[in-house]
């Protein structure tokens, strides 16, 4: 597995274990009415959980195993992968901040900052899709004798 | 990859990208309040990014990628991938459901509200869906299997 698919899933993981630390809060405080405002944090659950774990570790296997781009490339630009993960990565944080804060105290700068959040994970969606497009595709090339390597194989 | 994978990957690709720029649109009113009507984007948001991104890629890469069928004293080289005529059907009830649910709350918007004579919209989504989902299990059941070497046919666990 290469550097870039690793930052992905290794991320992924830790926006696994912050959800769920998240998710425990949240569900704890339900259970027992300690304050209210924790409700806030429901959205940022989802979102840690679909957008930093499902999503960039979807976009970390896609990556590491779609067929190779070119012998000479088999990645393609890498610095498409690298320019999504730091939009979505930063997006996602942006948004886990501002969010809450904006639900307890809603303000111009917290809005703005919310509407940043939008625009990078936008940002990163399109350059995934970009990155991945012209990964997904037929074999083009003779099938290889040995089938000791079935990493990005047809 | 077969062709129906490539397709069915690649609508996925198109769906992630519209889902999040739906979903931009509704955090990004949360923030400004721009305009109210576009929360109604989030029940799109959430359907189009569930379905047609994660389900769909997932159901690409698993037709693509499941062990093959290889069928007792017919030697077909590496296997082959069932009927794919039942991925192809998931491939198209699957999208076809996602266009309605993307398209259904915009058009409630622009109706102003409850729009009783879209109803069937998300009805009809829910079926197509239940379509695709039961082709795509038909097709990928029994290849979820030990690996069977074609030509001495022994059995990998």
Same mark, same amino acid.
């Given at each position: 597995m290469y550097p870039q698919a690793r930052f992905y899933i290794r991320t992924a993981l830790i926006y696994l274990v912050l959800a769920f630390v998240v998710a425990a809060l949240v569900l704890i405080n339900q259970s027992t009415a300690q304050d209210g405002r924790l409700s806030a944090l429901q959205p940022v659950f989802y979102h840690l959980l679909m957008v930093g774990w499902a999503t960039q570790l979807i976009g970390g296997v896609a990556l590491w195993m779609l067929p190779p781009y070119s012998r000479e490339k088999p990645r393609g630009d890498e610095r498409l992968g690298w320019g999504a993960y730091a939009a979505l990565n930063a997006g996602l944080i942006l948004r886990v901040i501002a969010e809450p804060l904006n639900a307890w105290q809603p303000g111009r700068a917290l809005g703005i900052a919310l509407v940043l959040s939008a625009v990078l994970q936008v940002i990163a969606a399109w350059l995934l899709v970009i990155a991945l497009w012209p990964r997904v595709r037929r074999r083009i090339t003779p099938e290889p004798q040995s089938r000791s390597s079935q990493r990005g194989g047809c | 990859?077969?062709?129906?994978?490539?397709?069915?990957?690649?609508?996925?690709?198109?769906? =992630?990208?519209?889902?999040?720029?739906?979903?931009?649109?509704?955090?990004?009113?949360? @923030?400004?309040?721009?305009? @109210? @009507?576009? =929360?109604?984007?989030?029940?799109?948001?959430?359907?189009?990014?569930?379905? @047609?991104?994660?389900?769909?890629?997932?159901?690409?890469?698993?037709?693509w990628i499941m062990p093959r069928l290889v069928h007792p004293g017919v030697v077909t080289g590496s296997g082959d991938r069932g009927d794919l005529r039942l991925a192809w059907l998931c491939c198209v009830a699957l999208n076809a459901g996602v266009a309605l649910m993307a398209l259904h709350a915009p058009l409630v918007?622009?109706?102003?509200?409850?729009?009783?004579?879209?109803?069937?919209?998300?009805?009809?989504?829910?079926?197509? =869906?239940?379509?695709?989902?039961?082709?795509f299990v038909a097709n990928v059941w029994p290849r979820v299997r030990p690996v069977i070497e074609p030509l001495t046919m022994t059995v990998k666990e």
């Open positions: - | 990859m077969p062709h129906v994978s490539v397709v069915m990957v690649r609508m996925a690709l198109l769906w =992630w990208g519209v889902g999040f720029t739906l979903g931009g649109l509704t955090l990004a009113n949360k @923030g400004l309040s721009f305009h @109210g @009507g576009v =929360w109604t984007l989030r029940t799109g948001h959430i359907f189009v990014l569930l379905v @047609g991104w994660l389900v769909q890629f997932s159901a690409g890469v698993a037709v918007w622009l109706g102003g509200g409850d729009v009783p004579a879209l109803r069937w919209m998300p009805a009809l989504a829910g079926v197509l =869906w239940l379509i695709a989902i039961a082709a």
